[in-house]
């Protein structure tokens, strides 16, 4: 790619460039696919970690909810929790997929050339410096004339408009003819690539995220909102009372396709994500909705305190006192505080009361238990004791089922053995 000669002697020449396509990440996989398995990596490893924290009972003080609100006040089991969760990611892997399948092939080899249109748009704008500052009565001239002579040669030229005296450098166009044209400033270069480097994805990661806030919040909203939107979909995830790590994505798949997966999907299209800034978005994304769930208030835990997002503030929404506040989601909480949807009452009482009744009923079921088991016990001594005599052989005992407690089949939900046998 060659500069035509007026742009040679006006502004520093753009460098030529050639395309190719852009190597995986983790050969063999491509990167489109990478970017949709590692949030799934990134969803079950982080579950699984604060599922051992959980069942192993450590950090009790952090703890948002006791063992025994999680055994009580839950109206899912774990496993079917896992089953939708699974259901959930194919779908959310097959859409995603689907839409990367239309993507353009991503190349490099013109980062080079980025970096200097960045760094022309910064000598461009140096050209109105001189005016500027004489509007309000500096002579932007005189002063860098009299800076170069003093040895500030790039400050001159800054307050010249852009105009550095001994940037020069010699090319050759395409003609054969050698010229000399300006060089860019090591500043100008510098700053250029923070801006394509680290400023432009920082800016797009921030419109995704608004964008992902944004969506979720309204439709969210109108989960709750609307009565046959609840019912139909969204009352699913508010089985969970007590919410733990991996009931994140515990959802109706319809719910789930159109909150999480089209969320996600809308923020970094229209952001304009390469595919691996895209496995930064969909990554952090899901740890931040993982973080949120765990029923855990760790001092410790950046993504606690990056935002007033976090474990608890999301649990309180999945409270019956709290159902229809605290709607945003995963990151900011930008929008209950402009609309006024964010819980302002009073938290310790309710869940010390909601605490202690958990604990009553654990116990009562207990209690109850304890009671079927000693009554049952003489019965089962008699059947025993009991034959059946029959005139075609030997005698044979009469089969005993043993009656067990329905409120205490299925799995114990981390509920350590010194709870459930108080």
Same mark, same amino acid.
């Given at each position: ?29 491509? /990167? $489109? ?5 590692? +949030?799934?990596? =990134?969803? %079950?490893? !982080? *579950? ?125 166009? /395409? $003609? ?5 044209? +300006?060089?860019? =400033?090591? %500043?100008? !270069? *510098? ?232």
């Amino acid at each position: 790619m060659a500069a035509n000669a007026s742009a040679v002697f006006d502004l520093p020449p753009l460098p030529t460039y050639t395309l190719s396509a852009r190597e995986p990440l983790l050969p063999p996989i491509p /990167d $489109n696919v990478l970017a949709l398995i590692l +949030p799934i990596i =990134a969803y %079950w490893g !982080l *579950s699984m970690v604060y599922h051992f924290i959980d069942v192993n009972g450590y950090f009790e003080q952090y703890r948002l909810h006791t063992p025994a609100e999680v055994l009580k006040r839950n109206k899912v089991t774990r496993w079917e929790v896992v089953r939708d969760v699974v259901l959930q990611q194919i779908i959310q892997t097959i859409a995603g997929y689907a839409m990367s399948y239309f993507d353009a092939v991503e190349v490099v080899g013109r980062e080079d050339y980025d970096v200097a249109v960045w760094a022309t748009r910064l000598r461009l704008l140096q050209t109105v410096i001189p005016s500027t500052l004489g509007f309000v009565g500096v002579d932007a001239l005189g002063l860098s004339e009299s800076l170069y002579h003093s040895g500030h040669s790039v400050l001159a030229g800054v307050l010249a408009g852009g105009s550095y005296r001994n940037l020069v450098q010699s090319m050759v166009l /395409d $003609n054969g003819v050698e010229v000399v044209a +300006p060089a860019f =400033a090591s %500043w100008e !270069l *510098s700053v250029a690539s923070i801006i394509y480097w680290y400023l432009i994805p920082g800016l797009q990661f921030a419109l995704a995220v608004s964008i992902l806030d944004t969506w979720q919040y309204f439709l969210h909203r109108a989960m709750h909102l609307n009565r046959w939107l609840y019912v139909t979909f969204h009352s699913r995830h508010h089985r969970l009372y007590v919410p733990y790590a991996f009931g994140a994505l515990y959802n109706h798949p319809v719910e789930g396709f159109l909150l999480d997966t089209l969320g996600t999907g809308v923020g970094y299209l229209v952001s304009g994500m390469t595919s691996r800034q895209s496995m930064v978005f969909f990554t952090f994304s899901t740890i931040k909705t993982v973080d949120d769930h765990c029923g855990y208030a760790f001092p410790w835990d950046p993504l606690q305190h990056v935002t007033s997002n976090n474990a608890a503030y999301h649990d309180i929404h999945h409270q019956s006192w709290g159902i229809k506040t605290n709607f945003s989601q995963p990151f900011f909480t930008f929008w209950d505080r402009l609309l006024n949807t964010q819980w302002k009452g009073e938290t310790k009482l309710r869940y010390e009361r909601a605490r202690e009744n958990a604990q009553k009923q654990l116990e009562a079921d207990i209690v109850q238990a304890q009671k079927e088991t000693s009554i049952s016990a003489p019965s089962l001594e008699r059947e025993r004791d009991r034959v059946v005599v029959s005139l075609d052989g030997p005698a044979t005992r009469t089969r005993f089922r043993r009656k067990t407690v329905d409120s205490l089949k299925g799995p114990s939900h981390a509920v350590p053995g010194s709870v459930l046998h108080k």
